[in-house]
């Protein structure tokens, strides 16, 4: 069965924002383990939400509201994943540096550095 959207679209993107509002300034977290600190709908079993939470994180953080730090989520890979000649991950990327993260020569930032380790 294929998932384009949670079951309950507004409850999913409103838990994601909340734990994204968490993350500290200098803290990075990825897609897929925010996906994983969201409780599963009970309508889902839990191999489809692996499949696909962390794309229903990103639809909710193309969609969040301005409070929410949007910039402080990355890839599991530790990337920026907007095109990189795109002037949103220029954005996204000086954000990051300004509060401090540093990015190695290949645009990828040490999650075992700057990883948040998620909602206490």
């Not at 384009?4 to 990075?28: C, N, T």
């Not at 645009?107 to 998620?118: A, E, P, S, T, Y």
Request: positive net charge; glycine residues 10%; contains cysteine.
């Amino acid at each position: 069965m294929k998932y384009s959207s949670p079951p309950d679209k507004l409850i999913f993107y409103a838990q994601v924002w909340e734990i994204v509002r968490m993350i500290p300034p200098g803290r990075v977290s990825t897609y897929g383990k925010i996906a994983g600190w969201v409780p599963i709908a009970q309508t889902l079993n839990p191999q489809s939400y692996r499949a696909w939470g962390a794309r229903w994180v990103g639809g909710a953080m193309a969609n969040c509201p301005e409070d929410v730090p949007w910039q402080r989520v990355v890839n599991s890979q530790g990337k920026i994943s907007l095109p990189a000649n795109s002037k949103g991950y220029s954005h996204q990327k000086k954000l990051l540096e300004d509060e401090g993260i540093i990015f190695n020569n290949q645009d990828v930032i040490d999650l075992k550095r700057f990883g948040w380790n998620g909602p206490a």
